[in-house]
């Protein structure tokens, strides 16, 4: 039988021996070693040494296992972004990154329709998008790679060739208002492309990886229905398409070279309270948001660089409204096709996501029982056409419908009450009563199964037509059945003067059966 000689163990033992020791350096090595944690396609993410929890676990389970008598200083840009900031960038902590080859930034642009007005449907997610705080720009770091990129893109032989990682692109800054005409085009935009060398130098400073940034345009902010429907919702649906939904929003507001008609930029002395009362949707508010031109860089030390980047942006908010490139339902043309068909799913996500960000419970279930809160929004418009009373309705719940059923009667004026005390309100009704408009945004916090009846004017649109306003989103609400009454109240006159046709007995007939109607069918909504 043979036998291994002596010497051939050793130099098995001696083998094995520079396995381990080389296996154990190894892990010492990927501990201390600055590298981009591109890991999800998802998610670019510069990191910061430490600040890897894997990395931190095994740092922390090697100074278990072997304990040294003086800890390693660690240089500043090393430090977790959970630590010290070396400053703020409006309110938020900002960390100097000293530049790291391989640094620079991407974008991912979707929804080319291939026309001429492909800005208008286009959004992005930019990894490494930055702001240069001195010259109020945002700005890309293109790679050598993405240069080459582009230079080959501009061959007059290349045709139909259409990269969604060009950064030779442009989007839309906000929501579109068609009555701005010509002047959309003001909206079309694109973060400034500069060469890597700028910052090799100076480095940046970065904010934490659980933040996005974003450059937007508020189309009409003084009103709440177009804040939430033409504002907040493209900014939901901007950060869901792309898998951005956790992460806290860093808003600038984007004024554009002309104030257009309506916008907050040519009144914000308008917007400001509106903003400030419905930016907790968002879960952020007013102080930690400004323009491009009054953002504040706030670094106690000597500041080393101009830029200020985040790991995630986004843009692009054009198409992602609630009424897309047409009006909210002022002509009949507003009515040939739907914006928001099969959107209910989403839009549900959206209501319970900013009932989320403010900290009013919702529930999945329904949740109507006796007695039965039915809430009217009394002068919930500031026009005067739409400013109705519903005092004869009043009426008729009370004389009437309460004979068969058990009512919470609440009659309010949402405008006068905090935000949080009207979602905690309307999230316990079953039946709502509102005008179309602005003032009817609340009802989108109403439970699954409830009731919304909006009251419009049959004669109030263009040439004297229906004005159901915000038909399109508030028809597909999935959660919610909702029923347009005309005719709310006598006396109302046209934008031009011409009196409107008042409610009839009909109206009131008809709308104490669709009450009882709504109310039986809520009464056994908890059957299925």
Request: proline share 5%; charged share 20%; hydrophobic share 35%.
């Amino acid at each position: 039988m043979h036998r291994p000689s002596k010497s051939r163990a050793k130099i098995n033992v001696v083998s094995l021996s520079i396995v381990f020791g080389l296996f154990f350096f190894g892990q010492i090595l990927i501990i201390l070693q600055p590298q981009y944690n591109t890991s999800s396609e998802d998610e670019f993410i510069l990191s910061f040494d430490a600040t890897n929890e894997k990395q931190e676990e095994l740092r922390s389970s090697t100074e278990q296992k072997m304990p040294i008598e003086k800890e390693m200083p660690i240089e500043k840009e090393m430090q977790t972004p959970n630590g010290p900031p070396d400053g703020t960038f409006n309110t938020f902590p900002v960390y100097h990154q000293s530049y790291r080859e391989g640094f620079h930034s991407n974008a991912h642009c979707i929804g080319d329709n291939f026309q001429k007005d492909a800005w208008k449907y286009r959004s992005c997610h930019f990894q490494n998008l930055c702001f240069d705080t001195k010259d109020m720009k945002f700005v890309l770091f293109a790679s050598k790679e993405q240069y080459e990129l582009e230079k080959a893109l501009k061959s007059s032989d290349l045709t139909h060739f259409s990269p969604a990682s060009s950064m030779n692109t442009t989007l839309s800054l906000g929501a579109l208002n068609p009555k701005w005409g010509e002047e959309q085009k003001l909206l079309q935009w694109y973060p400034e492309l500069r060469p890597i060398e700028e910052i090799v130098k100076t480095g940046v400073y970065m904010l934490q990886t659980d933040k996005v940034l974003i450059p937007y345009h508020s189309m009409a902010g003084f009103n709440p229905g177009h804040l939430v429907w033409d504002d907040f919702l493209p900014l939901h649906t901007l950060l869901t398409t792309f898998g951005l939904i956790q992460k806290e929003m860093v808003l600038i507001r984007y004024d554009l070279t002309l104030a257009m008609w309506a916008s907050c930029q040519r009144q914000w002395w308008k917007c400001r309270p509106i903003i400030d009362k419905f930016y907790p949707l968002l879960g952020t508010e007013l102080n930690k948001t400004t323009t491009q031109n009054d953002t504040s860089l706030v670094i106690p030390s000597i500041q080393k660089s101009k830029y200020v980047c985040s790991p995630n942006g986004a843009a692009g908010l054009g198409m992602l409204s609630d009424h897309g490139s047409k009006l909210h339902g002022w002509k009949p043309s507003d009515y040939e096709y739907a914006q928001n068909i099969g959107r209910g799913g989403s839009l549900y996500q959206f209501r319970n996501w900013m009932m989320d960000n403010i900290g009013v419970p919702h529930q999945g279930k329904r949740i109507h029982s006796p007695p039965y809160r039915i809430v009217v929004s009394q002068g919930s418009s500031s026009t005067s056409s739409r400013n109705a009373s519903f005092d004869d309705q009043i009426k008729l719940l009370r004389e009437v419908v309460t004979k068969k059923y058990e009512l919470d009667i609440q009659v309010v004026k949402l405008s006068t009450m905090k935000l949080k005390d009207q979602l905690e309100l309307v999230a316990g009704t079953s039946i709502f009563i509102t005008m179309c408009g602005g003032g009817a945004v609340t009802s989108m916090f109403l439970p699954k199964g409830a009731s919304l009846f909006t009251y419009f004017h049959e004669t109030d649109g263009n040439g004297g037509t229906p004005a159901r306003l915000d038909w399109d989103l508030l028809n597909n609400l999935g959660y919610l059945r909702v029923h347009w009454l005309p005719r709310p109240r006598s006396g109302a006159k046209t934008k031009r003067g011409k009196t409107m046709p008042g409610p009839r007995q009909s109206d009131f007939d008809a709308f104490v059966k669709l009450v009882e109607h709504e109310l039986d069918v809520i009464s056994h909504t908890n059957d299925y």
